[in-house]
């Protein structure tokens, strides 16, 4: 399997936003380079959102993309904040059934393979002009990969650094929308939990220093006690965390489960005496690249903790197994979350 997103489907579908006409006509073509300006203000100056979302076979034989209408919200709202036209949502949900429907003999028949279709889509400024204002054409393409899984790699579960020095994100800033410059920023604290023998940076509260807001590019869970009702805490959305639409499903999945599902915030320093003395039993980040992602142990300035056992939590595994259960269509989901594509047509299948 080539690495994450390395190796793109034959497609891509582009629209193109002017003054004039607003957004154009979306295309259907062949995945080929995009030829911009030098002077491309996306480039230059950063005006550029995205999103992520993903396809997966159901069990009967049909595909279905996850939660769309919510990631159609979400990059309507990151295109607001950064002053770009949104897409309207009628335009992203046809722009992803296309591409899904011409490039879903990619995925493989069987529901159980573990590879899903990941659909990127993105939306920059085109213009050429490097006046500091927001840009007079945008761009929309959308791609996809097949893919097994961000973490698939990796050990699991994952060995955690809390950076005592850099954020993410801080109030009224850009942290709770996909915006293209909030992630090579972060690049530096990856590395540097590299270097302490960690696979990724645990993200605290810019004021204090001492909130636990997410981790890498994922959000991030708690789960209090254990039995029949453990909670499952995550961090109230306060504008400096993403909105994670898996984060927003794993809460309802939570409830279905029997689970007390809570958003309160959790500090680092309570993080480790609850983990130290079996409050907190498990840890877990979750996205739409990495699903459900166990924590085994978490790193701190000069002290090293365990959670739980070190292990996959039950809960954790419980939430993981519903949540691709609901993904493809194993187990009923709520109305809405699964957008089924019909199968090609003939004509499709063969282009
Ligand atoms: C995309 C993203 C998430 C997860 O969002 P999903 O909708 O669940 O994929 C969490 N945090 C950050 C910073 C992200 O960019």
């Known amino acids: 399997m080539a690495e994450f997103g390395e190796s793109f489907t034959a497609h891509m579908v582009t629209s193109e936003w002017t003054v004039d006409g607003g957004w154009g006509p979306l295309e259907l073509g062949p995945h080929a380079p995009v030829s911009v300006p030098p002077s491309m203000v996306g480039l230059h100056y950063g005006q550029v959102v995205f999103e992520g979302l993903k396809v997966y076979r159901q069990a009967d034989g049909s595909v279905g993309i996850f939660r769309a209408q919510a990631h159609a919200a979400r990059l309507a709202d990151s295109a607001r904040r950064l002053v770009i036209p949104p897409l309207p949502e009628p335009m992203f949900l046809k722009a992803v059934d296309l591409l899904t429907a011409a490039n879903q003999d990619s995925l493989p028949r069987d529901a159980g393979s573990g590879l899903s279709l990941y659909l990127r889509p993105l939306l920059f400024a085109s213009d050429s002009s490097l006046a500091l204002r927001p840009a007079r054409s945008y761009k929309f393409v959308l791609i996809a990969f097949v893919t097994e899984g961000f973490f698939a790699d990796e050990p699991d579960p994952l060995p955690v650094w809390v950076s005592p020095v850099h954020t993410r994100a801080a109030p009224g800033g850009t942290g709770n929308v996909k915006f293209a410059g909030n992630y090579a920023p972060t690049y530096w604290a990856q590395e540097e939990a590299r270097m302490a023998g960690c696979r990724q940076v645990v993200w605290l509260d810019a004021i204090e220093r001492r909130w636990v807001e ?63 003395e079996g409050t907190i039993t498990e840890t877990f980040a979750c996205g739409t690249a990495a699903a459900v992602t166990p924590v085994g142990t978490v790193r701190y300035r000069d002290v090293e903790w365990n959670v739980g056992t070190g292990m996959t939590g039950p809960v954790t595994a419980d939430l993981r197994q519903l949540l691709t259960n609901v993904q493809t269509g194993r187990v009923p989901s709520p109305e809405g979350w699964i957008r089924f594509v019909p199968a090609p047509t003939p004509r499709n299948a063969a282009s």
């Open 214 to 276: 997410e981790l890498g590019g994922m959000n991030i869970f708690f789960v209090r006690g254990s039995g029949s009702t453990p909670q499952v805490v995550t961090p109230p959305l306060g504008g400096t965390l993403l909105p994670g639409v898996t984060r927003d499903t794993l809460l309802n999945l939570s409830g279905r489960l029997g689970y007390e599902p809570r958003e309160e915030r959790v500090s680092v320093s309570q993080w480790q005496e609850e983990c130290n």
